[in-house]
């Protein structure tokens, strides 16, 4: 057993591990699965299911399992210690209100995109229903290829990341993909092209400082609308944020 070993609880990583298996594809699961998602065996997958329930972050009708709103405080410590509601929410509504158009600030999880926080218009030329916790693809989408575009090393990361086409539009190779990140890292933002969704363009630019970890903003727009105003207001978005604090560390 290595140092590392002794100093982690295998138990309560198999719980969490539970946890993640709810990641938002099917409103609710079975024991069968939770084991499927997260390998273990279906004894482990059921202490670790039933667990949570004790504590309050599932419930349980007959043989599913569905995650409750307690599983909002775990985000909630993260949200309020990085202060959102002051420095992160009300930048965002600011410029998106005034491109027209919902903004997000992302970061790298793994091989995934991970939403931190989203503006809130009344309404918006697009609107995919994602939420702060939602995940996107690292490799198809902007704020992925600019997190890439942040890495010092991003090779090791793009050979690894799913590789699922979801338009007739995406790239079809890593090494175009590479191409693209090394673009992006030149000109300061990502744009992609369709390869998300389907007559779709989104845009992203880099929000953390050099050496620290990586965070984006962007935007999702019809194809034939004004890329440069979109990149206008990213980028004075990002600086703004940056004045803030966000993305420092």
Not at 28 to 53: M, N, P, W, Y
């Amino acid at each position: 057993m290595t140092t590392q070993d002794r100093n982690t609880a295998s138990t309560f990583a198999k719980g969490m591990a539970v946890l993640g298996a709810f990641d938002g594809s099917m409103p609710a699961l079975t024991l069968a699965d939770i084991a499927r998602a997260t390998g273990q065996d279906r004894a482990a997958a059921r202490r670790g299911a039933l667990t949570l329930v004790q504590l309050g972050y599932l419930a349980q009708t007959g043989r599913a399992f569905t995650l409750t709103p307690k599983v909002l405080t775990l985000a909630a410590g993260y949200f309020r210690a990085n202060d959102f509601g002051h420095r992160v929410q009300p930048v965002l509504n600011r410029h998106a209100a005034r491109l027209g158009a919902e903004i997000v600030l992302a970061t790298r999880d793994g091989t995934e995109v991970l939403l931190l926080a989203q503006s809130t218009l009344p309404s918006g030329p697009v609107s995919f229903g994602f939420t702060p916790g939602s995940r996107l693809p690292l490799l198809h989408t902007s704020l992925g290829r600019m997190l890439l575009a942040c890495e010092t090393d991003p090779a090791p990361l793009a050979s690894t990341a799913p590789m699922t086409a979801h338009t007739e539009r995406s790239l079809a190779s890593r090494e175009s993909v590479m191409e693209q990140v090394t673009q992006a890292r030149g000109a300061g933002y990502a744009e992609t092209d369709g390869e998300f969704e389907s007559g779709i363009v989104g845009f992203a630019v880099p929000v953390s400082a050099p050496e620290a970890a990586g965070m984006v903003v962007g935007t999702s727009m019809p194809r034939g609308s004004d890329g440069e105003a979109a990149l206008r207001a990213l980028r004075l978005c990002a600086a703004e944020l940056r004045q803030s604090g966000v993305g420092a560390t």
